[in-house]
């Protein structure tokens, strides 16, 4: 009687096989999906700042007088980005602060997309110049489900700069401008 069929010793040794290359592929798979996601983010985040400079220019640099053409005049500089000192020292140069949901709401850029969720909280800080009202040195950071921009970057933010001298969200409360465009960092 002939045997057609294959033996167990060689059925295992082939799911073993499998298996191995399966503990090969998965995790490359898996670092490929998430490079193309941070990809995703840093261009997202290249576009808000291109944004975020037409706002500034718009709003700060060439100030419009009115908004879309009516009388309602535009707000100014101050009343859309605020100015803070790290905490404890009002000489220091102040880096200024502007929320993503204020460009948003401008009409400056629509909302920011992560694995399908529409919810990504953002700021943007620019370095003021030495004895210049010019923006520098723009850096977007992103709050989006899982993903967060610079963790050490938003906590120094958040921790350094709760002194408020300029009008805008916080002054005098304690609440830095970080968790005022990003919300609740306390978990991070």
Do not use: W
Request: glycine content about 8%.
């Amino acid at each position: 009687m002939k045997n057609n069929g294959f033996t167990l010793v060689e059925l295992l040794a082939v799911i073993a096989i499998l298996g191995v290359l399966v503990l090969i592929a998965v995790p490359n798979v898996i670092k490929l999906f998430n490079s193309g996601t941070n990809k995703t983010m840093q261009t997202q985040e290249a576009n808000i700042l291109s944004a975020a400079n037409m706002f500034i220019d718009d709003y700060c640099v060439h100030r419009l007088s009115t908004l879309d053409n009516s009388s309602t005049p535009a707000p100014k500089c101050n009343e859309v980005v605020y100015s803070y000192y790290p905490t404890g020292d009002a000489t220091a140069i102040p880096k200024r602060f502007v929320c993503l949901s204020v460009i948003q709401n401008k009409g400056y850029i629509d909302s920011v997309n992560y694995k399908g969720s529409n919810s990504c909280l953002g700021i943007i800080v620019y370095d003021k110049a030495t004895n210049s009202s010019r923006f520098s040195n723009g850096k977007v950071y992103l709050k989006c489900a899982d993903y967060l921009t610079d963790r050490d970057e938003i906590i120094s933010l958040r921790d350094n700069y709760k002194s408020f001298d300029a009008p805008g969200p916080g002054d005098g409360s304690g609440i830095s401008p970080a968790e005022v465009c990003l919300g609740d960092l306390t978990g991070i």
